[in-house]
Nanobody, 129 residues
């Protein structure tokens, strides 16, 4: 069983940056994929980015490509989401999730919430204009 806890959310002005953290407890195997999702008020949850626990496989939604960077620190069991050039439309609750990835796929194959097995509670990010 994996437990995930997010931190780092807050209020930032447009154009600013935030770095979210997702701390994982429990066994994290190399094939696992960790993803970030977000849900804005009145909208469906959407995929943001994913990273495979081992290797260099990452994948991003088009809406954040070039602005957000996902990374992981296996020593500290933490996945980060560095968010730059934030805009009001990035305002949402951001959640991290872990996919057991039983078939050993790459990060690009884990871009839908249905693929994930464990979820954190989320952290609020608010970008003011």
């Amino acid at each position: 069983q994996v437990q995930l806890v997010e931190s780092g959310g807050g209020l930032v002005q447009a154009g600013g940056s935030l770095k979210l953290s997702c701390g994982a407890s429990g066994p994290m195997f190399g094939r696992y994929i960790v993803g970030w999702f977000r849900r804005a008020p009145g909208k469906e949850r959407e995929f943001v980015a994913s990273v495979r626990w081992s290797g260099s496989s990452t994948f991003y939604a088009d809406s954040v490509k070039g602005r957000f960077t996902i990374s992981r620190d296996r020593l500290n069991n933490t996945v980060y989401l560095q968010m730059n050039s934030l805009a009001p439309e990035d305002t949402a609750v951001y959640c991290c999730a872990a996919d057991r990835n039983d078939y050993g796929l790459g990060a690009a194959q884990a871009d839908h919430e249905n693929k994930y097995d464990y979820w954190g509670q989320g952290t609020q990010v608010t970008v003011s204009s």
